[in-house]
């Protein structure tokens, strides 16, 4: 670009001044301190009675709660597939609900066939964009695990990556891949010292320093000049024209 002609001064015709915002770090901090501990959801994606993806959940939530976290584990047992059941069945209330609550969350799936699992996949199908003023996901902080019965991979994390950002959460750099899941927990269910458990550790704890950082926070780091400008009420009405509920 020619340095030479800037400042621009041909302004911006095509910009709703009334919706544009010049970000602060003012507007960035928190209205109001949260005083309650730090909030966190964990998924699943096995319902196997060993479940590896279970283990390493619990791990994480250990983890949390030792950091000062509130975790809730959902157990997916009994949920039904999306577009099988209607929205007030009491697990998606449940699944739902809790996603509410969270300030922040933790997916670990198995990796099946190169990918997440369906019982992965299911619990975020059933999590809405909205539904209503509420949006159960977004601005949530995110961290994403799997597990593996072979040699290390990294599509299942991936995948939940890209979940995660179409779920409009803040997805946190770190992830785990723990290869060959059943040599790394013990008879119990535990995870066994070394490498990979140190990278747990480091995962949760990069988690629980997002989520102070951008809890109390969220609803200003998410807000889009785009949805500020559909809320115009002229915007409104000639969308609702569009769609036949108004005349023009």
């Given amino acids: 670009m020619d340095k030479t002609q800037q400042p621009f001064s041909d302004g911006m015709p095509n910009l709703s001044e009334a919706r544009f915002e010049v970000p602060t770090l003012e507007r960035v901090q928190a209205s109001v301190p949260l005083a309650h501990a730090p909030r966190f959801l964990i998924l699943y994606g096995s319902l196997r009675e060993r ?5 390493l959940a619990c791990e994480a939530a250990r983890l949390l709660e030792a950091m000062g976290g509130e975790v809730r584990i959902f157990h997916a047992h009994g949920l039904p597939l999306p577009d099988d059941a209607t ?6 209330q449940e699944l739902r609900s809790l996603s509410i609550w969270s300030e922040g969350q933790v997916w670990v799936s198995p990796e099946r066939h190169g990918n997440l699992t369906g019982v992965m996949k299911s619990q975020v199908d059933w999590l809405p964009l909205s539904e209503g003023s509420v949006r159960p996901t ?3 902080t995110l961290a994403v695990m799997q597990v593996s019965g072979g040699s290390q991979s990294f599509n299942a994390v991936n995948g939940l990556r890209v979940l995660g950002r179409w779920m409009r ?3 946190i750099p770190n992830q785990s891949s723990v290869p060959m899941a059943y040599k790394e927990f013990d008879d119990t269910g535990r995870m066994k010292p070394g490498p990979l458990y ?10 629980m320093k997002f989520t102070l950082l951008t809890r109390g926070r969220a609803d200003y780091l998410v807000d889009r000049y785009s949805e500020r400008k559909e809320r115009e009420p002229d915007r409104l009405t000639a969308v609702a024209a569009d769609i036949g509920f108004v005349k023009r």
């Fill in 51 to 55: 479940s590896f993806s279970r283990f």
């Fill in 87 to 92: 929205a007030d069945h009491p697990k998606v």
């Fill in 138 to 140: 977004q601005g949530r």
């Fill in 169 to 171: 959460m803040i997805t």
């Fill in 198 to 207: 140190d990278r747990v550790v480091d995962v949760c704890e990069e988690l």
